[in-house]
């Protein structure tokens, strides 16, 4: 299974950057990075994903090193509202088609006042 | 932008009693469906991969008699939890992708379901 590793927890002071690092090193070529962060008692929320070129959307930015085993998403200035579980993802083609996307176990951050 | 509704959001039933769990893409056409069941400070565990008109694809050690899973049309997937125990108490989230951009999408989830069975 296409597996990553990230931090439990994280810390951030409100509108500071921060930076959530994921290892993937058994990632494919084939492999997209998603991220997601989900709130207590709700469905995951999309935030960014990328497969070799760094990306940027209005949440978030996602940084992907060159030989693709790590990334990084950046929240350019955390607020209050971005404190949730952050998981870093690797979208695997089981076939043609078909694709399947395991969890990791996440990093909850905090972000404080 | 694309959601997925689920429904009920809790549900409490008794021990030996069935439960179904819908899942709907409502501004979109979903090829594929997933379930997952998350216990409590712990990820997101798959449970099914849901393929519409065709047999769910299950991951090892989910009983695929115990949780079926119907992908009718390319809008509705529906798990259903038979024979309910107290160790199946969980939050069951649904996620889909939309056909359209199945290349390059991202997954839309539901808001979960929560299920206590006593």
């Known amino acids: 299974d296409a597996k990553t590793t990230q931090p439990n927890s994280m810390e951030s002071n409100e509108e500071e950057p921060v930076h959530l690092p994921c290892n993937h090193s058994?990632?494919?070529?084939?492999?997209?990075i998603h991220w997601y962060r989900q709130l207590p008692s709700q469905g995951p929320e999309y935030v960014i994903h990328?497969?070799?070129s760094n990306v940027n959307n209005r949440m978030a930015s996602l940084a992907i090193a060159e030989d693709r085993k790590s990334s990084t998403l950046i929240l350019h200035r955390a607020t209050l509202r971005d404190a949730a579980v952050y998981y870093c993802?690797?979208?695997?083609?089981?076939?043609?088609?078909?694709?399947?996307?395991?969890f990791g176990t996440g990093t909850r951050l905090k972000v404080l006042a | 932008g694309a959601v997925v509704s689920q429904h009920p959001s809790w549900v409490i039933c008794k021990s030996g009693t069935s439960v179904k769990i819908e899942c709907r893409s409502l501004?979109?056409?979903?090829?594929?469906m997933f379930w997952y069941r998350q216990f409590p400070k712990q990820s997101l565990m798959l449970m099914a991969t849901?393929?519409?008109?065709?047999?769910?694809?299950?991951e090892q050690g989910v009983e695929k008699d115990k949780f079926l899973i119907n992908h009718a049309s390319l809008t509705l997937s529906t798990l259903t939890v038979t024979s309910a125990h107290p160790e199946d108490s969980s939050f069951y989230i649904c996620?889909?992708?939309?056909?359209?951009?199945?290349?390059?999408?991202?997954?839309?989830f539901g808001n979960g379901t929560r299920l206590t069975v006593t």
């Open positions: 996620s889909a992708i939309d056909r359209d951009g199945l290349y390059n999408s991202p997954l839309h």
């Open positions: 058994t990632i494919s070529g084939t492999d997209y």
């Open positions: 990328g497969l070799t």
């Open positions: 993802i690797l979208r695997r083609s089981i076939e043609p088609g078909t694709y399947k996307y395991i």
């Open positions: 501004d979109f056409q979903a090829t594929t």
């Open positions: 849901s393929n519409e008109g065709s047999k769910a694809t299950y």
